[in-house]
């Protein structure tokens, strides 16, 4: 399922959404605060601009909320049904996961966003071969 040339792979991997052959970030450790949302400019492999255009990234904030949701439901489900605490508790479980989750939240809107916009490119691979032949 996580191979490359699957959406997939560049959803959870957060590698380049073109040619799937670097990643996006600068720090692979979502939880190095200071740099969760911190992107290189370019794919230094098919030179892919990730900023599409200047606040392209606004747009990952509906994505994030709907990770959100389904990230509170299932801590909901967890925490009420599974643990059978009652509501108040639910609801903190879902206000931890929510924070605890935040950086990968946001790295997987971003990488879902911007695999909205952009396909894994097979021709760049063929033309990488072709270049270094
Ligand atoms: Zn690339």
Redesign the pocket.
Known sequence: MLKKGNKLYSIFTGA?P??H??RMYINNNAYVLSETLKMHER?S??Q?KYKIEPSFFYGSMYVSYAIGIVFAAAAFIISFVFFESGPNIAFASIVVTLIVLLPIILRLSRNIWINIFMNYDKR?LKEQANRND
Do not use: D
Request: proline share 0%; with cysteine; charged share 20%.
């Open positions: 380049c073109k040619c052959h670097e794919c492999h098919c892919t760049i």
